[in-house]
């Protein structure tokens, strides 16, 4: 008998997902963007029908190194919250004292056969974020749930095209299989600050926005941050000459990569990369300061982490320092509600350089295609462009993009075409060299 207290409980569950609990399928798929409620649903709805009668639940996941991976927590929530005081809920498992239902928590992956054997009794099988669910683990799973009458519910985000478990059950659903998509609209308990989140994404990246909220798989191609055809036609453009002053960017080598860089770029033009294996950091302080003394850039702007630290001390020894800068990629952005970090930045910049409607050449140089390709784009929950990590980039391209951040860094800062003044055109660069600065160290014409 449940106490008069207990009768009043209510519980109200979002009308999307009444199909959880009126419906008579072997499988339940619900998918669909942050949000939706889908967990707190199959929570309730499950703890409903396990005081109705007695079920051996089971709930499973890809990977569950601890039960604090499972979604014991939310139901024991859920409990919680509603007062249930026929669940009792032990250190693996939640049981309810009146009707025997039992839930289980399990991780698909590492199970042996003889545990996964275990499942075979179940009655209902919730699989938690089953985006993430290998191909190896559902097709052991699938008919192992195998109990007349057994349920397989399923939430998931949706994140690539073909996750196994949407193309094997939600692309092409059978009659045994019901299919609903779940958007945080749909969930009329949605947090204020989730609804806010969702519509500043929709406005500043709104093939996130697709992601994210309206559960839309990632596309190989919304997700790069700069398209192959942008590269290709300034790839193959006609030469034009220009004013514009020399920039140079100086990617150095780190970590095992043995390519040191140099990009040239005069303005819409970007007329070679030069390219330097297993040199030191003497070596490659040598070579920038030749170009620094005989190309006249009007800036160089070079890597700083790591290795690149050493080079930079030596150049500003030479005295350098008024035409050379460095850059930290992890540095805090110039525009910090745009951009993560510097990096960001400065790739955004390849991008706007190669959208302008103005023409702009590359060298047509396989790597440089591939290097700018490799870089796929993501925003964090603030909305700000952020880059895939270098490592993850490497993984895939099998090296470090060198060239795109060689290229990248050209773009570190604008920098204006100014007429050199008398003064200007007397500083004299380079080892050894005096600088007007260090003749006139007082001079107001001088801000270094
Ligand atoms: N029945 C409910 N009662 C109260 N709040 C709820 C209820 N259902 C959902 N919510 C609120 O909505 C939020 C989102 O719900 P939930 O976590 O179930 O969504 P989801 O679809 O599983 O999202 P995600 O994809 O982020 O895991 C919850 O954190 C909670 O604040
Ligand atoms: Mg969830």
Redesign the pocket.
């Given at each position: 008998m449940k106490s008069n207290k207990e009768k009043m409980i209510q519980?109200?569950?979002?009308s999307v997902f009444k199909e959880l609990l009126t419906l008579k399928k072997r499988i339940k798929l619900?998918y669909?963007?942050?949000?939706?409620?889908?967990?707190?649903?199959?929570?309730?709805s499950l703890l409903l029908k396990g005081r109705e009668e007695k079920l051996f639940i089971v709930c499973l996941r890809e990977i569950q190194s601890s039960i604090k991976d499972s979604v014991k927590k939310?139901l024991e929530d859920r409990i919680n919250?509603y007062g249930f005081q026929d669940y009792k809920v032990f250190e693996t498992k939640i049981e309810n004292q009146m009707t025997g239902t039992v839930f289980s928590f399990k991780g698909l992956r590492d199970q042996d056969p003889q545990k996964i054997k275990s499942l075979e009794g179940a009655d209902i099988a919730w699989i938690e974020?089953a985006q993430t669910i290998s191909k190896k683990s559902f097709d052991i799973l699938l008919p192992t749930i195998r109990k007349p009458n057994s349920e397989i519910w399923i939430?998931m985000?949706r994140e690539l095209e073909n996750d196994p478990v949407w193309v094997a059950l939600g692309a092409n659903p059978d009659e045994n299989t019901f299919v609903k998509k779940?958007n945080?609209y749909d969930?009329?308990?949605?947090?204020q600050e989730?609804i806010e989140l969702a519509l500043k994404t929709k406005k500043s990246a709104p093939d996130d926005y697709a992601h994210i909220w309206l559960g839309e798989p990632v596309s190989e191609a919304s997700c790069k941050l700069i398209q192959p055809l942008l590269i290709k036609k300034a790839q193959s453009g006609q030469f034009f000459e220009t004013s514009s002053p020399l920039v140079i960017g100086l990617d150095i080598a780190r970590f095992g990569d043995d390519e040191s860089v140099f990009c040239f770029r005069k303005g819409r033009v970007v007329e070679r990369f030069e390219v330097f294996k297993k040199k030191d950091t003497v070596a490659i302080a040598d070579i920038a300061s030749r170009y620094l003394e005989e190309l006249h850039p009007k800036k160089l702007f070079m890597d700083i982490g790591a290795n690149g630290a050493g080079v930079y001390d030596i150049l500003t020894d030479r005295g350098f320092a008024p035409q050379i800068k460095g850059i930290f990629f992890g540095a805090k952005a110039s525009n910090p509600d745009r951009y993560v970090n510097k990096r960001a930045e400065m790739w955004d910049g390849i991008l706007s350089f190669l959208s302008q409607d103005l023409p702009v050449l590359l060298p047509p140089d396989e790597m440089l295609f591939a290097d700018l390709t490799s870089v796929n784009k993501k925003y964090d929950p603030m909305g700000r462009l952020q880059l895939e990590s270098k490592e993850e980039i490497k993984k895939r391209l099998g090296r470090s993009p060198d060239r795109g951040d060689a290229l990248a860094l050209t773009f570190a800062a604008p920098v204006y075409e100014t007429k050199e003044t008398s003064f200007q055109k007397t500083h004299l660069f380079g080892a050894g060299c005096i600088q007007a600065a260090d003749l006139f160290p007082k001079s107001r014409y001088y801000g270094w």
């Open positions: 519980v109200i569950i979002p619900y669909g963007g942050r949000s939706g409620g889908k967990s707190y649903a199959f929570a309730d939310l919250h974020e939430s985000n779940v945080y969930n009329p308990f949605c947090p989730m």
